[in-house]
């Protein structure tokens, strides 16, 4: 089972004609994709959020930021700035993403369609719910 934040490496294949990457979500991670989704020409951090039941996986299409993690004991923070490298997140996981530059798109890549009740918005609600749940 994949963790809070894992980083994979996105296989690469080139020849002559130039690259191309392949990313098998469902073998790798576990989970179907039912939507994808980019954010672009960010003005400022975005997330601040989790997710009772999605699992997600990130690449940083262009540009940079940082993406952190939080999983109510330990943060963490990636930084991406490349396609060769994506971060899954599971469910129940803080994120917020920070410092994005202005050239920065993100790609996501989600199990479940979108469902605004699935979300936390409240990061002491988020930590309330991670107490109850690893009780
Ligand atoms: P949200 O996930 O809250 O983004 P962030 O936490 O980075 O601000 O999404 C912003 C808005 O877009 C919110 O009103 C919900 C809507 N939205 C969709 O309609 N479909 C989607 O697939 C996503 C991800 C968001």
Same mark, same amino acid.
């Given at each position: 089972?994949? =963790?809070?934040?894992? &980083?994979?490496?996105?296989? *690469? $294949?080139?020849?002559?004609?130039?690259? !191309?990457?392949?990313?098998? &979500? =469902?073998?790798?991670?576990?989970?179907? @994709?039912?939507?994808?989704?980019?954010?672009?020409?960010?003005?400022?951090?975005?997330?601040?959020?989790?997710?009772?039941?999605?699992?997600? @996986?990130?690449?940083? $299409? /262009?540009?940079?930021?940082?993406?952190? #993690?939080?999983?109510?004991?330990?943060?963490? =923070?990636?930084?991406?700035?490349?396609?060769?490298?994506? @971060?899954?997140?599971?469910?129940? &996981?803080?994120?917020?993403?920070?410092?994005?530059?202005?050239?920065?798109? !993100?790609?996501?890549?989600? /199990?479940?369609?979108?469902?605004? *009740?699935?979300? $936390?918005?409240?990061?002491?609600?988020?930590?309330? #719910?991670?107490?109850?749940?690893?009780?």
């Amino acid at each position: 089972m994949k =963790s809070r934040g894992d &980083v994979h490496k996105i296989d *690469s $294949i080139v020849d002559p004609r130039g690259e !191309l990457l392949a990313l098998e &979500v =469902s073998e790798i991670f576990g989970f179907d @994709v039912k939507r994808i989704y980019f954010l672009t020409k960010f003005y400022g951090d975005r997330g601040f959020h989790a997710h009772r039941n999605l699992y997600q @996986v990130m690449i940083c $299409i /262009s540009g940079s930021c940082e993406l952190v #993690l939080d999983d109510g004991e330990t943060r963490s =923070s990636f930084e991406l700035n490349n396609i060769h490298t994506c @971060v899954y997140v599971g469910k129940m &996981v803080w994120r917020e993403i920070r410092e994005a530059t202005r050239d920065c798109t !993100l790609l996501v890549l989600a /199990s479940e369609c979108y469902d605004e *009740s699935d979300y $936390i918005r409240n990061y002491d609600d988020f930590l309330k #719910l991670k107490s109850v749940k690893s009780d």
